[in-house]
């Protein structure tokens, strides 16, 4: 075999799982939010819960987008863990179509129609209307001509007649059961390395189709494939919370029960599968119809992953209660880390989801960051009430800290943002992308706004002057307008727009305003009549004005997130 032919394959490889990953992306992009809402809308229903998984699956043709997808919707607390498990088992069936994808590019030459696609597709790229429907066709056309490649590659490699290839594999005795485990292990191996079931079901198609792997070692290998696809999504998992790990975990659990089972009946089963197709596993090579029988092989493999992912599917589905036991039995919580530092509850690192999907998680961070900025406002009315300087300086220091949290907080979602609007997006989720990035600005500004008038407060206390007791009155009255425009942002981030009354925030804004020039013309007049110094009466209108302009940046928050703009003064 020459160097050139093993570029041709390594590179019709990288070619099929360009094209599946282009495709993939497509779809995603096109049916974004629709499958979100797919998911989100889960009942407690496991059948429901499968032919959900199954559909997205053979949607998005991705298993690894699915179950990446169903872990981060645990994480975000949208699904519950038995809910998770059956979308899983439904994606382990809806990624089977890609093998008969597969198996139907091997059986005859598809290359010839994907050139007119290109064509297609180049028109449709350069129309801005279409771009995402080109994109699909170039990536259904990528996937087949390196499919087709592929075929043509395994063809001029003639593996049939290179005796060293025939030597390492028959070297192997096809009927131990050694064997079918190291080939399990073999087939595991290369899916973790390689990241791409796909990849290795594609060789595995070629080896079997020109008669150097017997269909035992090619099923074999399928098997393993199905174990290493877990890895991606526990991968994902590591920096998740517990329950998003129980669902990664679920999911390996279910591949490995499933080849453990068959392998008990290894050959019966196999041999049924070869019956549906009408494979003779027995048939030589001096039979004339040898050829016929062995194109027939993609087949095979095809059937035979199909038939283990339901057949496991329908063993397992009466026990979706026990293998959540297990799980979580296997998977214990964390111990919580002090609510004061600094972490990312929902925006995994490491493995970058859908567009779609990562937008999801930075609005459950952005809902988190909220609530934590709103924590920081109770600590800053707290700290008002303290008279006692010890105290007062332990809730200032963790303000302090607090304001720390929130600067990295604002930078680390806007890095993760930054990342999403790389890749190519919807108009629809350009626009949300911008208005989450405003609204982490307005909340940092609160969070700053928050820690000044804690300064103020400390001020006055190292000043050793006080306020008066009329003051400090007024101080909890704003204080008590800005504590429900808090609420009210609050309220909108954890509910959906249709039921939220935007105009509430904005008349809490008017009358924080309202109460902010009653008082500052009543502090003037205060002043003037000696009532308090004009030191304390300029402490206590910082107070106020940075209360003011707290309600501001809620009011920014707000139409950021409603996409809806009010005229105030």
Same mark, same amino acid.
Request: net charge neutral; proline share 2%.
């Given at each position: 075999m020459s160097i050139w032919i093993f570029f041709k394959l390594i590179g019709s490889l990288a070619l099929l799982m360009f094209g599946m990953k282009s495709m993939s992306d497509s779809l995603q992009k096109m049916a974004g939010p629709q499958l979100r809402h797919v998911l989100g809308a889960m009942t407690t229903n496991r059948f429901t819960g499968i032919l959900t998984g199954t559909f997205i699956t053979a949607a998005v043709q991705s298993s690894t987008a699915?179950?990446?997808?169903? $872990? @981060? #919707?645990?994480?975000? !607390? %949208?699904?519950t863990l038995a809910q998770a498990i059956s979308v899983i088992m439904g994606a382990n069936i809806g990624t089977t179509l890609t093998a008969w994808i597969m198996s139907a590019g091997f059986s005859f030459n598809i290359t010839d129609f994907v050139w007119p696609a290109f064509f297609i597709a180049i028109i449709l790229i350069y129309s801005k209307k279409r771009k995402i429907l080109g994109d699909f066709i170039?990536? $259904? @056309? #990528?996937?087949?001509? !390196? %499919?087709?490649?592929?075929?043509?590659?395994?063809?001029?490699?003639?593996?049939?007649?290179?005796?060293?290839?025939?030597?390492?594999?028959t070297s192997f005795d096809p009927n131990s059961f050694t064997t079918t485990l190291v080939f399990l292990l073999i087939g595991s191996v290369l899916t973790m390395c390689v990241q791409s079931s796909a990849a290795i079901m594609a060789i595995t198609m070629i080896l079997c189709s020109n008669g150097v792997l017997p269909i035992y070692q090619g099923i074999a290998l399928v098997m393993g494939e199905n174990i290493g696809t877990t890895v991606t999504s526990n991968i994902a998992a590591l920096t998740a919370n517990t329950q998003a790990r129980?669902?990664?975990?679920?999911?390996?659990?279910?591949?490995m029960f499933g080849v453990l089972w068959v392998l008990c009946i290894?050959?019966?089963?196999?041999?049924?599968?070869?019956?549906?197709?009408?494979?003779?596993?027995?048939?030589?090579?001096?039979?004339p119809n040898f050829l016929a029988n062995t194109a027939k092989l993609s087949f095979v493999l095809a059937a035979f992953h199909t038939t283990f992912n339901v057949a496991n599917t329908l063993v397992l589905v009466g026990f979706i209660p026990q293998i959540k036991k297990i799980v979580c039995k296997v998977i214990r919580p964390k111990k919580q880390n002090d609510e004061d530092d600094f972490r990312l509850r929902f925006i995994q690192t490491g493995i970058m989801k859908t567009a779609e999907l990562s937008v999801l998680e930075?609005?459950?961070?952005?809902?988190?960051?909220?609530?934590?900025?709103?924590?920081?406002f109770g600590m800053v009315r707290d700290l008002l009430k303290e008279k006692d300087e010890?105290?007062?300086?332990?809730?200032?220091?963790?303000?302090?800290?607090?304001?720390?949290i929130s600067d990295n907080m604002e930078i680390e979602i806007a890095k993760y943002l930054d990342q999403v609007s790389d890749a190519h997006l919807s108009d629809e989720t350009k626009a949300k992308i911008r208005a989450m990035l405003r609204e982490i600005s307005e909340i940092e500004s609160i969070g700053d706004s928050c820690y000044n008038i804690a300064r103020t407060v400390n001020r006055r206390v190292t000043g050793k002057e006080d306020f008066t007791p009329q003051q400090y009155e007024h101080i909890h009255q704003m204080f008590e307008l800005t504590e429900s425009a808090l609420e009210q942002m609050n309220y909108m981030f954890s509910h959906n727009k249709e039921n939220i009354d935007v105009n509430r925030s904005f008349n809490i804004e008017n009358e924080i305003n309202n109460f902010r020039n009653q008082l500052k013309t009543q502090n003037i007049n205060d002043v003037?009549?000696?009532?308090?110094?004009?030191?304390?009466?300029?402490?206590?209108?910082?107070?106020?004005q940075e209360c003011e302009k707290l309600g501001d940046y809620v009011v920014n928050v707000v139409e950021a997130?409603?996409?809806t703009r009010q005229h105030y003064v």
């Amino acid at each position: 075999m020459s160097i050139w032919i093993f570029f041709k394959l390594i590179g019709s490889l990288a070619l099929l799982m360009f094209g599946m990953k282009s495709m993939s992306d497509s779809l995603q992009k096109m049916a974004g939010p629709q499958l979100r809402h797919v998911l989100g809308a889960m009942t407690t229903n496991r059948f429901t819960g499968i032919l959900t998984g199954t559909f997205i699956t053979a949607a998005v043709q991705s298993s690894t987008a699915t179950t990446v997808m169903t $872990v @981060s #919707f645990v994480n975000a !607390g %949208l699904l519950t863990l038995a809910q998770a498990i059956s979308v899983i088992m439904g994606a382990n069936i809806g990624t089977t179509l890609t093998a008969w994808i597969m198996s139907a590019g091997f059986s005859f030459n598809i290359t010839d129609f994907v050139w007119p696609a290109f064509f297609i597709a180049i028109i449709l790229i350069y129309s801005k209307k279409r771009k995402i429907l080109g994109d699909f066709i170039f990536g $259904v @056309s #990528f996937m087949f001509l !390196g %499919l087709g490649t592929l075929r043509q590659t395994g063809i001029d490699m003639d593996l049939a007649h290179n005796q060293p290839v025939l030597a390492f594999f028959t070297s192997f005795d096809p009927n131990s059961f050694t064997t079918t485990l190291v080939f399990l292990l073999i087939g595991s191996v290369l899916t973790m390395c390689v990241q791409s079931s796909a990849a290795i079901m594609a060789i595995t198609m070629i080896l079997c189709s020109n008669g150097v792997l017997p269909i035992y070692q090619g099923i074999a290998l399928v098997m393993g494939e199905n174990i290493g696809t877990t890895v991606t999504s526990n991968i994902a998992a590591l920096t998740a919370n517990t329950q998003a790990r129980r669902a990664a975990f679920a999911h390996m659990l279910f591949n490995m029960f499933g080849v453990l089972w068959v392998l008990c009946i290894f050959k019966p089963f196999i041999d049924m599968v070869c019956g549906f197709v009408g494979y003779n596993e027995t048939m030589t090579k001096a039979d004339p119809n040898f050829l016929a029988n062995t194109a027939k092989l993609s087949f095979v493999l095809a059937a035979f992953h199909t038939t283990f992912n339901v057949a496991n599917t329908l063993v397992l589905v009466g026990f979706i209660p026990q293998i959540k036991k297990i799980v979580c039995k296997v998977i214990r919580p964390k111990k919580q880390n002090d609510e004061d530092d600094f972490r990312l509850r929902f925006i995994q690192t490491g493995i970058m989801k859908t567009a779609e999907l990562s937008v999801l998680e930075a609005q459950k961070e952005i809902c988190s960051f909220s609530e934590r900025i709103q924590r920081m406002f109770g600590m800053v009315r707290d700290l008002l009430k303290e008279k006692d300087e010890k105290n007062l300086l332990k809730i200032f220091s963790r303000i302090e800290k607090y304001e720390g949290i929130s600067d990295n907080m604002e930078i680390e979602i806007a890095k993760y943002l930054d990342q999403v609007s790389d890749a190519h997006l919807s108009d629809e989720t350009k626009a949300k992308i911008r208005a989450m990035l405003r609204e982490i600005s307005e909340i940092e500004s609160i969070g700053d706004s928050c820690y000044n008038i804690a300064r103020t407060v400390n001020r006055r206390v190292t000043g050793k002057e006080d306020f008066t007791p009329q003051q400090y009155e007024h101080i909890h009255q704003m204080f008590e307008l800005t504590e429900s425009a808090l609420e009210q942002m609050n309220y909108m981030f954890s509910h959906n727009k249709e039921n939220i009354d935007v105009n509430r925030s904005f008349n809490i804004e008017n009358e924080i305003n309202n109460f902010r020039n009653q008082l500052k013309t009543q502090n003037i007049n205060d002043v003037n009549s000696h009532s308090y110094t004009y030191a304390i009466g300029t402490m206590y209108m910082d107070i106020i004005q940075e209360c003011e302009k707290l309600g501001d940046y809620v009011v920014n928050v707000v139409e950021a997130r409603m996409n809806t703009r009010q005229h105030y003064v």
